[in-house]
């Protein structure tokens, strides 16, 4: 028979391991592993399975270890914000010293297993992926610059880039049109979540584009960061990169894109605008990843 004081701490041990779970920020190590994929799997030469998988969990494992490093350094932030206040650290699940010694031993964990289960290259891209992440854009951007968005998308936009690397030892122009892509693609996305938002960023004082240069300007920002996205996501086509089908099925997501966006910059009503910058945040999580199935059907067929 289990007692009372079994089960509790049985339920605090899982609930702990929950919480340092939700520290790895999981949504966005989701979209870094499916990314990574694709540019796996697309890439010319085939990875033994065993070996693709466990590459793909080191790509994980060295996500959620920038996840967990930009909670601990953020945590002040984190507190002021509706958003995140509910985190692991401003809700005393975790404690900072605990997210900084799983971000650091992660870290170096993910780098070195990725090198055992593939090669320097995929390594080394996994290892900048991190450090760009916590180093310059969490510690040197995000609080002194309103582009610290766009700057700071390099790393998110690496893990195509990782991907083909795993499979070929090396970097061509495929990953680099798909890094491309999540590059472009980045600024639209946040600087949505930022207009919706607005009244957190502003109490946490972070320069994000509404707080400094007001919302006219960061609609206007998105628009023309859409109309840039659309001809980098068919790009693949044009390169001989993807087929008909992606063409199809691109020009369809990014033209949708395109026109929430333009939607977004001449509307006038802010409760309409708010919607409308839920909407396109929404959408763009949708479309990052369909852009990428459709790229990986593409090269399937």
Request: proline fraction near 4%; charged fraction near 10%.
């Amino acid at each position: 028979m289990v007692s009372v004081k079994s089960k509790s701490l049985r339920l605090n041990f899982f609930d702990y391991l929950k919480a340092l779970f939700n520290l790895m920020k999981p949504r966005v190590m989701s979209l870094v592993i499916f990314t990574c994929a694709v540019g796996l799997l697309i890439a010319p030469v085939k990875v033994n399975f065993w070996d693709a998988v466990l590459s793909l969990a080191a790509v994980a494992l060295g996500s959620g270890a920038a996840g967990a490093l930009n909670m601990w350094y953020e945590a002040d932030l984190d507190s002021l914000m509706a958003r995140t206040c509910l985190r692991p650290i401003p809700t005393g699940k975790v404690t900072k010293n605990q997210a900084l010694v799983l971000g650091v031993l992660s870290s170096i964990i993910s780098v070195i297993a990725l090198y055992f289960f593939s090669n320097l290259m995929a390594a080394a891209i996994l290892a900048i992926t991190i450090l760009f992440y916590v180093f310059i854009y969490t510690i040197w951007l995000k609080r002194k610059t309103s582009q610290n968005i766009v700057i700071g998308g390099i790393s998110g936009a690496l893990p195509p880039v990782i991907g083909w690397a795993i499979a070929t030892n090396g970097i061509t122009l495929e990953p680099i049109i798909l890094f491309f892509i999540i590059f472009i693609w980045t600024p639209s996305h946040f600087w949505a979540l930022s207009l919706y938002r607005f009244e957190d960023y502003k109490k946490a004082k972070i320069p994000m584009l509404p707080v400094t240069s007001g919302i006219r300007a960061t609609k206007l920002n998105i628009f023309i960061y859409a109309i840039i996205l659309f001809p980098i996501a068919i790009l693949p086509f044009f390169l001989n990169f993807s087929g008909l089908t992606y063409l199809i099925f691109s020009s369809g997501f990014s033209g949708y894109y395109l026109l929430i966006s333009y939607k977004l910059f001449k509307e006038k009503n802010t409760i309409t605008e708010k919607k409308l910058a839920t909407k396109l945040f929404t959408y763009s999580i949708l479309y990052l990843f369909m852009i990428f199935t459709s790229i990986l059907i593409d090269a399937i067929i």
